[in-house]
């Protein structure tokens, strides 16, 4: 007999939430905070969706998705969760790159990366300011037909090494392509140029930790191991959802999870218009990822020269497909220093991410998808030895996760890393004109996914769920712009 996950639980709510990604987490506290009866509903027994992490025996805590976002958490933080947790977001200081182009050390920042290219790079200076004011002066509401490699060829024509400074660590942090709109690449490359890369000091446990005990004191009901199975509509409006064999009643439903199973899984399609469906079918899914997760023994280091951040890649040239590639060639590591958690045991760990396709990796038989882990894990250990001599003899803790154990844990379609592609956008924010009371708000493309984005987005749409549930003569809640994303 399964433990009773919803004992207590209430028959109506305002708003129920589904999924505690940091865009269902965000959403929820700011609802809860305006006054609403809000439930939040996890399927996993932790809170974070891709924002987590997990503890293996010798101490160790490995983060998930732990690497980099832009300055504008701090403010996000502060404003729509609380100042210990802005007050805790702290500046990355050494981004590598290393590659058979260039192998550079940066703040990653305007000033840093204007020096970069002007004297290593020998670009005019005129020409960096331009492109830097074009990519910033891009906005949601601009050009959407100009694609990322129309804009690099227009600054940088025949330069593909200025293309890898500048495009890789975004293909990391959001899976973007050159193919994908300009606006998207300028919006998000801007974001972490205005003042580099920050982290969580505390690491991701701590973090959940303190968002819980906020969703608390707001009064959201947060509950984990809940499984919606069902989004309920009468007559054109949400009424409740069901899980666990109980019905749940609510005037509005926020969903986290990912776009495709919110509208072809959790709801009936009877109940949205054959166009709606039919753009909502082709809304594409966004790559996944491999991650390996290394932890140091007791007393051992790296060297804090090694960097925090450290693009590396053994391709001669930099191709989108080769990211992709089960023949891994790039490899983005993050290293921890005991900083990364002053509260704890002092360890150093290491997490190796890279851009990985499902399909290479579902269908294997059970035998072919262990050989392939341990081969992920090898070539890694390899490709680190280069950064972190004698890497074998120092780790204590190796293990490795798949695009199959991301769709494990998150139910992301396809382990999807960043929801989906950018046509997203649309489909979820033209849900409520389909079921009133339904309203989505999680990873879709570019701009609404990573850490900043999937919060920014659950503001934006916890906003509009207030004004759903009880409409204002004036706005009660402010919502961020997009392009302080
Ligand atoms: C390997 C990797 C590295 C990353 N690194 C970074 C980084 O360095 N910086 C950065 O900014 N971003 C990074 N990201 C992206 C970032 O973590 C995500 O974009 C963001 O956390 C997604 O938040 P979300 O609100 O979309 O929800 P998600 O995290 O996608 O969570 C959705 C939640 O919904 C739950 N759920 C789904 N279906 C149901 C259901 N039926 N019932 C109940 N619950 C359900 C899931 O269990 C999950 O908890 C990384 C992602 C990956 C995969």
Sequence with gaps: MPRDFLKGVRDQYDVVVIGSGLGGLTAANLLGRAGHRVLLLEQHYKLGGLATWFRRPGGHIFDISLHGFPVGMIKSCRRYWNRQIADQIVPLERIRFD???FSLTTTYDRVDFTRLLVERFGV???????FFDTARGMNFYGDQQQTVGQLFERFFPGRQDIVRLLMEPIVYANGSTLEDPALTYGIVFSNFM??????????????????????????VDVRIRCDVEQILVDNGRVSGVRLWGQTIGTRAVVSNANLRSTIFHLLDTRHFDP??????????????????YLALKPGEQID???GDLLFSSTAEAFRTDLLLSPQITSRTFSFYYPRTRPQARPRHAIVSSTNARYEDWKGLSPEAYRAAKRALIEDTLDALEKYVPRCREKIEWVEAATPITFEHYTKHLGGASFGTKFEGLAVSRALPTQVQGLYHAGSVGIIMSGWLGAINYG?????????WLMP????????????EN
């Design 99 to 101: 590659n058979p182009m």
């Design 124 to 130: 005019a200076p005129e020409t960096v300011q331009e």
């Design 194 to 219: 205005s003042r580099g890369v920050y982290i969580f000091q505390g690491g991701t446990d701590q973090l959940m930790q303190l968002m819980h005990e906020e969703l608390r004191r707001n009064g």
């Design 275 to 292: 166009e709606f469906l039919e753009q909502a079918g082709e809304v594409r899914l966004n790559t996944s990822s491999t991650q390996v």
């Design 304 to 306: 804090e020269a090694t």
């Design 459 to 467: 503001v934006i749409v916890a906003n509009d769920v207030d004004s």
């Design 472 to 483: 204002p003569a004036t706005p009660r809640m402010t919502s961020p712009l997009v392009s």
